[in-house]
C-alpha cells in the first residue's frame, strides 16, 4: 500500500545499478507477481514521478522538524506576514510563525490521518466485505444494506455532528492531541469502508467460485483458510488501490474539518488548521494560503497518481 | 475377499431448483478396495462428478443435499461427519484432482508453497521440511529440475505440467483413495497417456486405489480393474474390465463401446462411428421405468413401466436391465 511505496523507492537504488546488467538477467529472474506489477508500475511515468515527489514529501515532513530546528510556535510581531525569504523560506504567518516548519510539522499529523484512516477503512471494510462475500443469504443482504444505508448519510454534516458529540469527551479521556487525532481517524476511516467492502465482497463472489479454491478445499483446507490464504491474496490489487485513493481522500477530508475550525485545535498546525488560518489575509499575505494548500495538493494528486498506476500494475485480470 | 476403502450404499445426492429436485445422483452403490483401480464412465450429466464430489462432501449445500444412503470409509459414514473432521479425511485419506489443471492452482503463490500448504495442513512439518517434501514430490511426478521448478508460479507451467503439479498435491499426504475426476480431458492424447501412466506409477509406488472418472473408454480399458457404468444418476452395470469389454450386458454399455473410435479398422471401409441417438432424460422427473429405455434400440414395455433391479448376470457382473 502507500507504506510499501516508499520502499519500493529504496529498493530502487541498487535496481538501477543493476539496470545495465538487468537488460539480459531480467529475462531470467523468475518472474514473481509482485515483480511483474513493479516492472508495469515502473511503466507508468506519472505514477514513478509522483512516487518520487511523494517519497520527498514523506521525508520532509519525517526528518524536516529534526533539521529545520525553528519552533513551530514562536511569536514574533516583528516580522509577521513576510514572504519568503532565506530566514522563512515558506515566510510567516500573522503572528511571525514560521509556516515551513508549521507545515513540516502538521504534514505528520495530515499524513498520519490520511494514513491511519485508510487503515480503518481497509481493515473494516475487508472484514465485512469477506463475511458478506462468503456468507450468502440474509447476513450477505444485511451487511450490503448497512453499506448502502452509510453511503446514503450525508457525509460531512454526520462528521460536524460526531466531532461536535465526542470531542470534549474524547479531549479528557486522551489528550487533546491523542484524542482528536483517533476521533477524526476513527470517524473518516468509519465513514469509508463501504467501497472497499464493495469491492471485496464482488470479488470474493467471483474468486470463491474459482477451480483452485475448490482443490484447496478438497485438500483440506478449512473455511477460514480459504479466504485467508487463498482468496484475499487474489482479492486484494483493487483493494490496495481503493486504500491508496482513500488515504487522499482522508487528507482531505481531514483538511476539510481542520478548515471548518472542527478538527485540531489552532496550535496543532495541520494543512487545513494552516490553510484555515490563511483564508483571512489572502489578499496581503497570499504565500500563506499558497504553500499550504499546494502541500495538500501536491500530497492527494500524487497519492491518487500512484493509485492509478497501482491500479494499472495490479490489474487481476493480468494477474490471473 | 480384499480389503474395503470405500462403500457407497443406494447414496441419493439430489439439488434443489426453482424447477424441482435434480436427482443427479439418486441411488447408486459403489464399492473401492484397497489397491484397485475402479473407473466410473457414462456420458455427460450422469452424476459421476457428482458422486466424486459427494465422496469428499464437496457438494454445496444448499443447493445440493443427501437425500440418503451412507458414504463408508473404512467403516466408518462419513456423511454426518464434521467440517473439520471432514478436513481430516480431505488429502490424507482421499484425494481429488480435477478436470481442470489450468485453473486449479492458486496463480499467487509457487507451486512449491502451494504442495507445502497442504503438507502442512496434515503434517507437523517446519517450513524447511515441508518444502523438502514438496520437491521430492514434483521429482516424484516427474517434473524435470525440481529444485528449481519448486519455486515457479502456476503460469510458468503448461497444461500437463499442471495436471503433475496438481496430482503432486493430491498425492503428497499419501492418500489411501484418488479421485480422479477426468484428470485428462481438458489434455492433449500424448499428454493424457503421460499422465495416465503417472497415477499408474504413483498408485503402484504408494500402494493406493484410484477411482478414475471419466467418458473416455479406451482409458478405462488401459488403466481400471473394474468398471462402473452410471447412466442418469443410476448404475446400469458393473463389472471387470475384461468382461465389460469382452461381454458388455447393457445395451447402453453396448452403446459407449461401439462408439470408439477403431484405428484398427481400415479407412476404406468409411464406417461411421456410431453415436447413441437422444440424450440424457432429464433429472428433475426421471421416467418411471429403465432411464435408457427412450434410447434403447430393443426397449419393450416392462422397460418403461418398473426400474430393473441390478442383477447379478455373472460372477462380480451386475447389469440394471430386464435382457
Known amino acids: ?320 | 475377499m480384499a480389503d474395503t476403502l470405500l462403500d457407497i450404499r443406494d447414496l441419493k445426492t439430489w439439488f434443489k431448483t426453482d424447477d424441482g429436485m435434480v436427482r443427479a445422483v439418486d441411488g447408486i452403490d459403489l464399492r473401492i478396495d484397497r489397491g484397485e483401480t475402479v473407473g466410473v464412465v457414462g456420458e455427460s450429466g450422469c452424476g459421476k462428478t457428482v458422486t466424486a464430489r459427494s465422496v469428499l462432501k464437496l457438494i454445496d449445500m444448499p443447493p445440493g443435499r443427501f437425500e440418503s444412503g451412507q458414504i463408508l470409509w473404512q467403516g466408518r459414514d462419513l456423511i454426518p461427519l464434521a467440517a473439520d473432521e471432514m478436513d481430516k479425511i480431505r488429502a490424507r485419506e482421499i484425494a481429488i484432482i480435477f478436470q481442470e489443471p489450468m485453473t486449479s492452482l492458486n496463480p499467487v503463490y509457487t507451486v512449491g508453497h502451494q504442495i507445502a500448504e497442504v503438507v502442512r495442513q496434515h503434517e507437523k512439518l517446519g517450513h524447511k521440511q515441508a518444502r523438502e517434501a514438496a520437491i521430492e514430490m514434483l521429482r516424484l511426478v516427474n517434473i524435470p529440475n525440481p529444485a528449481k521448478r519448486v519455486d515457479d508460479y502456476p503460469h510458468q507451467f503448461s497444461g500437463g505440467m499442471r495436471q503433475r503439479v496438481m496430482i503432486a498435491m493430491a498425492m503428497s499426504c499419501k492418500p489411501k483413495l484418488l479421485i480422479a475426476d477426468e484428470p485428462t480431458t481438458a489434455l492433449d492424447v500424448t499428454i493424457q497417456a503421460q499422465i495416465l501412466e503417472l497415477m499408474q506409477e504413483m498408485k503402484e509406488r504408494v500402494g493406493m486405489s484410484i477411482m478414475l472418472i471419466t467418458h473416455a473408454m479406451g482409458v478405462v480399458a488401459e488403466t481400471c480393474q473394474r468398471v462402473v457404468v452410471m447412466y442418469a444418476g443410476k448404475v446400469v452395470e458393473e463389472a471387470p474390465v475384461e468382461a465389460l469389454f469382452g461381454n458388455p450386458r447393457h445395451p447402453y454399455t453396448q452403446g459407449l463401446i461401439r462408439s470408439i473410435p477403431r484405428v484398427d479398422r481400415s479407412a476404406e471401409q468409411k464406417h461411421r462411428l456410431e453415436a447413441i441417438p437422444g440424450t440424457v432424460p432429464s433429472l428433475l422427473q426421471p421416467p418411471p421405468g429403465c432411464r435408457f429405455a427412450a434410447r434403447c434400440k430393443y426397449v419393450m414395455d416392462v422397460c418403461t413401466k418398473a426400474m430393473p433391479p441390478l442383477k447379478e448376470a455373472a460372477p462380480g457382473h451386475f447389469v440394471r436391465c430386464v435382457l
Open chain 1, 1 to 320: 500500500m502507500a507504506g510499501s511505496t516508499p520502499a519500493s523507492l529504496t529498493a530502487e537504488a541498487p535496481g538501477a545499478a543493476a539496470a545495465a546488467t538487468g537488460a539480459r538477467s531480467a529475462s531470467k529472474a523468475p518472474s514473481t507477481p509482485g515483480r511483474e506489477a513493479w516492472r508495469r508500475f515502473r511503466r507508468h511515468r506519472l505514477a514513478m514521478a509522483s512516487s518520487v515527489v511523494l517519497a520527498i514529501i514523506v521525508l520532509a515532513v519525517v526528518l524536516g522538524p529534526l533539521l529545520w530546528r525553528v519552533p513551530i510556535n514562536e511569536i514574533d510581531f516583528a516580522s509577521k506576514l513576510e514572504g519568503p525569504s532565506w530566514t522563512h523560506p515558506f515566510g510567516t504567518d500573522d503572528l511571525g510563525q514560521d509556516i515551513l516548519a508549521r507545515l513540516l510539522y502538521g504534514g505528520r499529523i495530515s499524513l498520519a490521518v490520511g494514513f491511519c484512516a485508510m487503515l480503518v477503512a481497509a481493515v473494516v471494510g475487508v472484514m465485512v466485505g469477506a463475511i458478506a462475500g462468503m456468507s450468502r443469504g440474509s447476513v450477505d443482504a444485511g451487511l450490503m444494506w448497512l453499506a448502502d444505508l452509510f453511503l446514503a448519510l450525508p457525509q460531512l454534516p454526520l462528521l460536524l455532528l460526531i466531532i461536535y458529540l465526542f470531542r470534549d469527551s474524547l479531549t479528557k479521556i486522551l489528550g487533546p492531541e491523542g484524542g482528536i487525532f483517533i476521533m477524526v481517524v476513527a470517524v473518516i476511516g468509519g465513514l469509508r469502508w463501504m467501497q472497499v467492502a464493495r469491492l471485496v465482497r464482488a470479488q470474493i463472489l467471483s474468486i470463491r467460485e474459482k477451480e483452485f479454491i475448490e482443490a484447496a478445499r478438497a485438500l483440506g483446507a478449512s473455511r477460514l483458510r480459504q479466504v485467508v490464504r487463498h482468496i484475499l491474496p487474489n482479492a486484494l490489487g483493487p483493494v490496495i488501490v481503493a486504500g491508496t485513493i482513500d488515504v487522499a481522500a482522508a487528507i482531505i477530508a481531514e483538511s476539510t474539518l481542520s478548515f471548518l475550525g472542527l478538527g485540531f485545535p489552532p496550535d496543532i498546525p495541520t494543512w487545513g488548521r494552516v490553510l484555515f488560518d490563511a483564508k483571512d489575509t489572502i489578499d496581503v499575505a497570499p504565500h500563506w494560503v499558497l504553500f499550504s494548500g499546494g502541500a495538500i495538493f501536491l500530497a492527494v494528486l500524487t497519492i491518487n497518481f500512484i493509485g492509478d498506476g497501482l491500479r494499472d500494475a495490479l490489474d487481476p485480470r493480468r494477474v490471473l
